[in-house]
Structures are given as structure tokens and as C-alpha cells.
């Protein structure tokens, strides 16, 4: 199983540029789980735009637009990468993207929109602080804990920014640690041994004091090439499952706290099947990850895999089939996220809809998998394919 491989891709090893190639989840659920924000495209400017589906009433609303002067000015410039995530208690919510892509000196900016209620909207803009930082800013959301934002930036350098204040400081960590965020964004994990050896790291998984900086190591991967890509942690943080870059049988390896590792074969998949491992259940009995099986030479399907942890059969739920392009690094953008109930799957395939290959208009969508229903019933929320000037970012 060719999955791909995060640290052929390390930033100190190549242009910020190629970066692009691995954008993840752009979906988020409110603390409620009554709405999702999620990534779409402006059918007037033909920009990409965050907005919000309502569960209730099944409708969607534009909510912002970044606007950077490569995209605006340039109708053939790679789109813009936004991220939306919900703050608080879901009455704000925050969108960061990436400008100056085009050289070595990118800022990072945030903005503070409110959603539900009056208020000012706030934005930040962090400049020249991306040696090696933006692989880490694509990957997942930005941790957040209270009203602080935390920035992995640089191999050892931690970018504390109060959302509510402006004020922002650094902090110095050693060589290759970065931070993630919590499912309730009430601490920071890291991954320690992160050095941009290509052939290694990470070796360690913790929980990170976001203001002493103490470390608690939780789990020591004995594997040296775990993929930071493929890699859950579940709510209660007693388990911890990943996968190995390269690794020719498709298993999970999983840590679980006062027990010996072992691992879940993934062989009923097909051997050409990626799976990208990303939640666990509640109850941290069941894995969720996205899915590519090739279909032909030059098709994909896309979809859902449910691996319980008990050995039951693993579940997959297709929701695109056929899509043209085979494998050119669109895979990691399918990424899922989880409803804070854990009734619910979400997914986006904005990402497969740029270029000469884009899925089809149907398959350009918001999909929620409703996990309580024998079925797996799938909602689809259309999204704009993007303007046919807008190449891929994955090149």
C-alpha cells in the first residue's frame, strides 16, 4: 500500500511550494454539532470561501472570503488555501490562511469573525515566520486553548498568539517538536523526534502544559517511520493508532495504555487501497479514516473505512466513484472529521474538483455520513466546481 509519505516532503528539505501538495480537512463541526463549516466556492468571484451548512434547515450560507493578491490578481494562480475552525462555544468562529506562498517568507493570517452574535471581527497577520512551518499548518486545525493560538514555526520555535489581545510571543522548544490540537481544545499534544530525517520520527506522543511547556509523554512509537498523516488518538487518550509509511501489508499499529502494542490488518482492503487514519469513536472501539482505491488506470474511488478494534469486519462506505486523475496527490485533502457526538462523519472533495481532472460537478461536495444508520445514509451538500483557470495545487 503506497500511502504517502510525509517526510519526503519535510520543509527543510524542499520549497514551500510543494507543501501545497498535502492540504487536509477543511471541515469543522460546531460544539453543538448542529452545523458544519466547511470550504467552498464563491459562484460570483470564483474564490474559495468558507460556509456554513445548517443541519437543521439543510441550508448553506456564505460566511467569509479571503482575499490574496496572487488569487485576486491573477484569474490562473493556485487557490486560496483557507482553513475554518469553530472557537469557544461556537458564537465565533476562526479562518487562518497562508499568503507569500511564492517565496521563502510566508505569513500566516487569522481572522476572528463572529457568527451568531454582535461583535467586531478581529485579523492577524504573522510575517516571515514560515522556515519550515506550513506542512504542519495544512495538516490539521490550528491548536487553540482558550483564547491562545498556537503555531508550529520553524524546527524549534512555537508562535503563542492571544486572539483577543494581539499580543504575541515565542516560545523555544528543542528540534522537532510541533504541537496538535486536542479534540476539545483544552490542551496541546505534541509528537517529539520530528528532525527532517526522512527516514525517522516521530518517536513520541504527549500532552504539552500550554503554559509551563512541561511534557507528558503518553506513548513512546517505537516504529521510526510512523506517518504523521495516518495517525489517531482517541478522546480518553489511551490509544493511539497510526500507520507506517511503505510498509507493504496494510496494517494499523496501535498503542493503548497499560497493554502491549499490536497491530489490525487492513488485508481485507484491497493491497491498492490508502487509507488515511484520522479519528477513533467516543468509546475508542472503532477507527474512522478516508479511503482511495484505484478503479482502472486512471479512476479513483473515494471513501469511508470504519475499523472496529475488535477484528469485526471493516466497514467501507464509497461516496465517489470513477473520479479521473488516479493518483496525483489529491488523496490527503480527503480528509474526515467527527461530530462531537460521534453519530456523524464529514468529508470535502473541493480539493479533486481543480485542474483538467477534476470529479465530476456531482462529486464536488460536503458529504456527512450518518454512522447511526445501518445504511450509512450520505447527505451531499453541493460545492461550485472551481473556475477552470484555478490549476490544481496538486502537482
Not at 365 to 391: E, G, M, N, Y
Request: proline content about 9%; charged content about 20%.
Amino acid at each position: 500500500m503506497n500511502k504517502p509519505t510525509v517526510r519526503k516532503l519535510t520543509p527543510a528539505l524542499i520549497g514551500l511550494g510543494a507543501l501545497l501538495t498535502y492540504i487536509l480537512a477543511c471541515t469543522s463541526f460546531s460544539p453543538d454539532d448542529s452545523k458544519v463549516l466547511y470550504i467552498t466556492v464563491d459562484p460570483k468571484s470564483g474564490m474559495n470561501s468558507v460556509a456554513v451548512y445548517d443541519r437543521k434547515t439543510a441550508k448553506s450560507e456564505l460566511l467569509f472570503e479571503p482575499v490574496t493578491p496572487e488569487a485576486s490578481n491573477t484569474p490562473s494562480a493556485p487557490p486560496v488555501m483557507v482553513r475554518p475552525q469553530w472557537l469557544g462555544d461556537g458564537h465565533d468562529f476562526l479562518a487562518a490562511w497562508l499568503t507569500g506562498m511564492d517565496n521563502s517568507n510566508a505569513s500566516v493570517n487569522l481572522a476572528v469573525l463572529p457568527f451568531d452574535r454582535r461583535g467586531p471581527a478581529r485579523t492577524f497577520s504573522l510575517p516571515d515566520l514560515w522556515e519550515d512551518g506550513p506542512l504542519w499548518f495544512y495538516m490539521r486545525p490550528l491548536p487553540v486553548v482558550g483564547s491562545t493560538v498556537y503555531i508550529n514555526s520553524g524546527s524549534n520555535v512555537l508562535v503563542r498568539l492571544n486572539l483577543e489581545t494581539g499580543n504575541v510571543s515565542l516560545q523555544t522548544n528543542e528540534p522537532g517538536l510541533v504541537v496538535l490540537p486536542s479534540p476539545g481544545n483544552d490542551r496541546l499534544f505534541y509528537l517529539a523526534g520530528m528532525t527532517g530525517d526522512p527516514t525517522k520520527g516521530p518517536n513520541e506522543f504527549g500532552v504539552l502544559d500550554p503554559n509551563t511547556f512541561v511534557r507528558t509523554p503518553l506513548f513512546q512509537i517505537k516504529d521510526t517511520n510512523a506517518s504523521v498523516f495516518s495517525m489517531a488518538v482517541s478522546r480518553d487518550v489511551k490509544r493511539l493508532a497510526y500507520e507506517v509509511d511503505d510498509e507493504k501489508t496494510p496494517i494499523v499499529h496501535l498503542l493503548e495504555t497499560g497493554q502491549p502494542a499490536r497491530t489490525i490488518s487492513l488485508a481485507s482492503l484491497s493491497a491498492d487501497t490508502e487509507v488515511l487514519l484520522r479519528h477513533f469513536s467516543p468509546k475508542g472501539d472503532v477507527l474512522y479514516g478516508a479511503f482511495r482505491t484505484p478503479n482502472g488506470a486512471t479512476q479513483s474511488d473515494y471513501g469511508i473505512v470504519e475499523v472496529p478494534l475488535d477484528g469485526s469486519p471493516i466497514r467501507r462506505t464509497t461516496l465517489i466513484t470513477g473520479a479521473k486523475g488516479g493518483d496525483k496527490g489529491g488523496f490527503p485533502s480527503f480528509q474526515i472529521d467527527i461530530s462531537h457526538d460521534g453519530t456523524t462523519l464529514a468529508v470535502e472533495s473541493l480539493w479533486l474538483g481543480f485542474g483538467d481532472d477534476a470529479v465530476k460537478a456531482e462529486d464536488c461536495a460536503l458529504f456527512l455520513v450518518d454512522l447511526t444508520d445501518p445504511q450509512r445514509k450520505v447527505t451531499k451538500v453541493p460545492i461550485p466546481l472551481p473556475p477552470k483557470s484555478r490549476p490544481s495545487p496538486f502537482k
